[in-house]
């Protein structure tokens, strides 16, 4: 156990572990919390004719699945040189707060292809329909953690531009995967643009990097 200890901590270090597991924590509550409460509710359709244009593409589910792992790897890399860093996943947890309020006040819906398709794609995208049911759209988390993965490496000077691009590359593409697997309309990725922002916002003005920090060393020294 102690060598497998050893191991994770190599690739997530102790002061990065508790704001990561903090984030998945939080969107497991959100997600189902919300779905909860407006299990009754009316739902709103925020497609706009532009959104009924766009073709239902299964293979995007690659990239729409993808997006879990370039999350968590972009978290990793955020937070794990020191605990100041971790600063963009208290905005993250932040957005998400804001997003529980979203989901309950604004239940968003949308319609569906039918027919998902045949081969592994279809299949693939026929699976994400059943665990995932078409609610709480508005904002799309997908697009946010993406995004905050993105923004919070863009500044750092230790982290090349080539993995910057990566990045931004990859949360362009799951940008595009919400809407061509029809599991987001186009309004709920700049609000989602605009909740990460908000979030990480909020984050610096409290210095919540700065705080997580002095908490983190002062826990170090008692030790």
Known sequence: M?????????????????????????????????????????HYDLSLPLDHQLPYVPFFVLIYVLAYVSWAVGFVLVARE??????????????????????VLLPTTLERPADTGS?????????????????????SIHCIENWIAWRGLFGRKTVGRGVKASFLIMALLVFLSTLLVKQHVLVDIPAAIAV??????????????QRYAAYWRSREVRA
Not at 13 to 19: D, V
Not at 29 to 35: F, I, T, W
Not at 86 to 93: I, N, V, W, Y
Not at 196 to 209: N, Q, T, V, W
């Open 2 to 42: 102690k060598k497998w200890i050893d191991w994770l901590e190599k690739w997530v270090p102790r002061h990065a572990m508790l704001p990561i597991v903090a984030c998945f924590l939080l969107n497991c509550v959100v997600y189902v919390g919300a779905k909860a409460l407006t299990a009754g509710a009316y």
């Open 82 to 103: 020191k605990p100041e860093d971790c600063e963009p996943l208290f905005g993250e947890m932040i957005s998400k707060l804001f997003c529980f309020v979203i989901f």
């Open 119 to 139: 081969g592994f794609f279809g299949w693939g995208v026929s699976v994400i329909y059943f665990f995932d049911p078409p609610t709480a759209l508005f904002p």
């Open 196 to 209: 990460s922002e908000a979030g990480m916002l909020i984050s610096r003005k409290l210095r919540l990097g």
